[in-house]
């Protein structure tokens, strides 16, 4: 059942809501899909589409320059998460589990670096590791997006903690547990799926970077830099190759993390597992 | 269930042995927030000349932000292109979210996750796609050219205002769409089917329910969008040609060509007062769930 | 009480969050082998005062002794009682044999010495065969069972229990209270039971604290909660309580003769603080209200006038008024008769062993009153 009882007359303002609605779908994504069709047709002017080739995203895998770039995204995204884990798990951790005033400041504080305007970050941070004669290097970068990723994972976690409650901690005390065990052997197991959903989701924002990671960067460049530096030259299919790419490494990305984050997330029990249990 | 356990006036802090879980945040906080900040402000008071930047505390640059008629300028230009990209984007999200939470029955969670993922799918790749669209060889020439409404590209589509203000709004329609969306699907089924028992119909149950309880998500998405374009400076860039210097890339450009670090942090912080206030604004009226960040 | 039948021993416990007094100053003696009840509304302070036995809270004031040894501030995970929990807690991601074999297994017990432990235990509970099922698999009943072989697995002194049937809908309930109260028995632990809902204790306690604001009102048996409540929340709470306003003429020792708007009546359970001219609450269970019954020469007859008659099925409320007051009286469907219709002028009639009197305090709050028999 749809959520209001739709009369005969309200049908037809459904309608132009639904059209309506399918037009900004459309919107949304009509973008993506020029980039995709883009970066599979040979031609190299924009106009005129003539059949199908893989011919760029062939010469992308020839792109030493662009492997590297390739590669530190990688680096940087599984640094940042490891890092974020840690610091963010603890501080998930601190403040669902310990009562201390001014709880609210410090979430809202701790929020910042991710919803504040990626300039602002940026450029904060560099003043800052320039003040102190750091050079600009995968470091910076490197600080830059752990400072983002952070939030994610805390907020995260913390939201997974609030929702299981205090009550499985409690059990667990209750029944012989000192409160490091009942950390590893229950509310650990739990919150998994949190934790990798967060990473997933973590990694993916850090990829996808360049707003803070344009001003922290020297030489030492990460994809979409790379791929920032390429529109310098105007816009080639290799550039279409690259954001095809990337449209497909992302969405696999989220589509992944959905299975971690949600709210059945943290009963999800693999079909294998259920049925090896039951027996 | 939980609120069993936690009716109660505890005291204000814990044992200082649980505050140990906290040193990782606190030093993270520290080193990547707080002294940066700290760092920024006093860069702000500072004042460049040429290539050095001489460390006498000044505030040259605050003066020179408010009595130069041209920077107030691109500060206005700028909030009024964020507040046109922001109702916008909430014309277009807002009947999505409600079409996707009331009318569908089946596949919500799907439509839910199709209006996410481009938020998801790279903001660069998003506004390379904007490029290719709206450029003299673009695909919107393209198709007006075959069907013959023009003879030649038009170039009013790219490098101006029009360009950013699109690109802007496509970049935050998702963020509005969140908020809201939640805060529709939080009306309980209960209070529709009251109204709609008490003789409302549907444009009525809406203005009169369905609108007054979705403010908060309203205002949040509103917010977030407007903050989004506010700060960008990517898109003015890229899109942006002559006519585009918003106070982004005006920003920017003091930490790129203009090398005047200490005018920069001084905007840099006027831009981030700015944010954080309307910010503030979402704790008060907007709703704190239906982040990006909480399940 | 001997020293060695004390299971669980409370003395003066106080807890206090803020300003909020959420325990008073309660101090019991719990046998082993009891089964003992909190019992009270909401906010009473029954479930704080559980988790104080537990070790999950502390109390402000006062000790904790468990088994003669005082426990107050030692942590829970080192007591020797086990609670169920409301909402099972069963974990999620462990099946049922692990689940059972957890507090063991924090004992550092191996798997192999668990396993007749853990199947005895649930066959006690008949859930055997359960044991590689998933908690999300399991009904609710059967989570409760699983709960509750978990917290018995370990042979602890006492089983605390917060209002662990709540969850489950009626029929289910009656058919668990039994199953407790049988597995209670059998295995001779002592449980501490926290509920809301009197009749479950009543049926199923061998003594009962009644508690309302962090207060304790009375701690006794079923029966002399019932006939004895020492306060008129306690009267209250118990059953169908009619109150009605009187003013006292005389007494002695437990006996008082009240004016009743007019109408003398004799009582034998009359408040020790009661002083002739004081005005008095007047408690009768509704179940008490004898109505035109053949004269039994009782001493305490009045007339009143049938207002309304419900019929509930089982019975017949039959609201009264009585000398311009309103008195509930229930009567068994097989007792009925059709005398006792609206607009009938009826006789009411009263044993004197079945009137509570009560002072009308000032406070809100009514502490202790005995007025149980001498």
């Not at chain 1, 940087?76 to 310990?98: D, E, K």
């Not at chain 1, 320039?130 to 994610?152: K, Y």
């Not at chain 1, 998994?192 to 973590?202: D, E, K, N």
């Not at chain 3, 007051?325 to 009263?350: C, M, P, T, Y």
Request: with cysteine; glycine share 8%.
């Amino acid at each position: 059942m749809s959520r209001l009882s739709v009369e005969a007359g309200t049908e037809k303002r459904g309608t132009i809501l639904k059209v309506y609605g399918f037009l900004i779908f459309v919107f949304l994504y009509i973008p993506l899909v020029v980039v995709i069709v883009f970066s599979f047709s040979p031609t190299k002017t924009i106009v005129g589409m003539s059949g199908v080739t893989l011919k760029w995203y062939k010469e992308l895998a020839r792109d030493a320059e662009l492997l590297k770039a390739l590669l530190h995204s990688v680096e940087i995204g599984v640094l940042a998460v490891v890092i974020s884990l840690l610091f963010g798990t603890s501080g998930a951790f601190f403040i669902t589990r310990v009562r201390f005033p001014g709880k609210g400041v410090l979430r809202a504080i701790i929020l910042l670096p991710y919803i504040l305007p990626g300039i602002i970050m940026g450029l904060t941070l560099l003043i800052f590791v320039r003040s102190l004669h750091i050079p600009l290097s995968m470091l910076t970068v490197l600080m830059g997006h752990v400072s983002f990723t952070t939030p994610i994972v805390l907020f995260q976690v913390s939201s997974r903690i609030l929702r299981l409650g205090p009550t499985y901690k409690m059990a667990a005390m209750d029944l012989g547990a000192t409160p490091v065990k009942a950390f590893i052997f229950v509310t650990l197991p739990m919150i998994r799926t949190a934790l990798i959903g967060a990473a997933l989701l973590a990694f993916t924002v850090s990829f996808d970077e360049i707003v803070i990671s344009y001003f922290l960067t020297g030489t030492w460049m990460t994809l979409p830099v790379y791929l920032y530096g390429m529109l310098r030259f105007g816009l080639s299919p290799k550039v279409y190759a690259v954001s095809g790419f990337i449209l497909a490494l992302s969405l696999s990305l989220i589509l992944l993390m959905t299975r971690y984050i949600g709210s059945s997330a943290e009963v999800v029990v693999p079909k294998k597992k259920l049925i090896k249990a039951s027996r | 269930m939980n609120n069993r356990y936690s009716l109660r006036k505890e005291p204000l802090f814990d044992k200082p042995r649980e505050f140990i879980k906290g040193i990782p945040i606190i030093v993270w906080l520290l080193f990547l927030v707080i002294i940066p900040f700290a760092f920024t402000i006093a860069m702000s008071f500072y004042s460049s000349k040429g290539l050095v930047i001489e460390k006498s505390f000044t505030l040259a640059n605050y003066i020179k932000f408010f009595t130069e008629p041209i920077y107030p300028r691109i500060l206005l230009k700028s909030l009024r292109l964020a507040l046109s990209v922001a109702v916008i984007a909430l014309g277009a999200a807002y009947p999505v979210a409600y079409m996707v939470s009331f009318k569908l029955k089946r596949g919500k969670n799907l439509l839910f996750m199709m209006c996410i993922i481009p938020l998801w799918v790279s903001y660069l790749v998003r506004i390379i796609a904007w490029r290719s669209i709206l450029g003299n060889r673009g695909v919107l020439n393209t198709i007006l050219m075959w069907i013959g409404i023009i003879k030649e590209p038009l170039t009013i589509f790219l490098y101006n205002r029009f360009a950013i203000a699109i690109t802007l709004t496509y970049i935050t329609i998702p963020f509005v769409f969140i908020p809201v969306y939640t805060s529709l699907e939080k009306i309980p089924k209960s209070i529709l089917n009251a109204a709609s028992d008490l003789g409302a119909n549907e444009m009525r149950t809406f203005l009169n329910v369905v609108l007054p309880l979705s403010m908060p998500g309203l205002i949040t998405g509103f917010i977030f969008a407007f903050v989004i374009a506010l700060g960008d400076y990517i898109i003015p860039l890229q899109l942006g040609g002559t006519q585009g210097i918003m106070f982004g890339n005006l920003i920017w450009s003091q930490f790129g060509f203009s090398f005047n670090w200490p005018f920069g942090a001084a905007l840099g912080l006027i831009l981030l007062v700015i944010s954080v206030t309307i910010l503030g604004l979402t704790a008060k009226y907007g709703s704190t769930e239906g982040g990006f960040l909480s399940e | 009480m001997d020293s060695h039948e004390v299971a669980i021993e409370l003395q003066n416990v106080t807890k206090v969050f803020g300003d909020v007094i959420a325990v008073k100053d309660f101090s019991v003696k719990i046998r082993k082998g009891e089964f003992f009840s909190l019992l009270g509304p909401s906010g009473c302070g029954k479930t704080t005062t559980l988790r104080m036995i537990a070790g999950l809270e502390n109390p402000t004031e006062g000790r904790i002794l468990l088994e003669g040894k005082d426990v107050t501030g030692v942590p829970a995970y080192r007591r020797n009682v086990n609670t169920v929990f409301q909402d099972y807690a069963l974990f999620p991601h462990m099946n049922v044999k692990k689940n059972i074999y957890f507090p063991l297994k924090m004992k550092k017990i191996s798997m192999a010495e668990a396993e007749p432990k853990i199947k005895s235990v649930l066959s006690l509970v008949n859930m055997g065969g359960f044991e590689y099922r998933l908690p999300q698999q399991l009904s609710g009943g059967q989570r409760q069972r699983i709960a509750l072989a978990r917290s018995l697995v370990n042979e602890p002194a006492a089983l605390l229990l917060d209002e662990p049937l709540g969850a489950l809908d009626f029929k289910l309930r009656v058919a668990m209270q039994k199953v407790l109260k049988d597995i209670q028995r059998n295995v001779g632990i002592t449980f501490v039971y926290v509920t809301h809902d009197q009749t479950e204790a009543m049926t199923m306690s061998d003594r009962i604290a009644v508690m309302n604001n962090g207060v304790v009102h009375q701690i006794g048996s079923p029966e002399e909660i019932y006939n004895y409540p020492s306060s008129p929340f306690v009267a209250s709470f118990i059953g169908d309580m009619n109150f009605l306003r009187g003013v006292l003429i005389s007494r002695e020792k437990r006996m008082g003769v009240v004016d009743l708007s007019g109408e003398k009546v004799f009582s034998e359970k009359c408040a020790e603080e009661l002083r002739p001219g004081d005005e008095v609450l007047f408690c009768v269970r509704a179940e008490k209200v004898l109505l035109n019954r053949k004269r039994s020469g009782s001493k305490n007859v009045l007339k009143a006038r049938v207002q309304r008659v419900v019929f509930r099925g089982n019975d017949y409320e039959i609201t009264c008024l009585l000398k311009g007051q309103e008195i509930r009286a229930i009567v068994a469907a097989a007792n009925w008769n059709s005398s006792l219709k609206e607009g009938a002028d009826i006789v009411v009639e009263f044993k004197p062993e079945d009137i509570i009197l009560y002072p009308i305090s000032g406070e809100k709050e009514v502490i202790k009153y005995s007025v149980e028999a001498v």
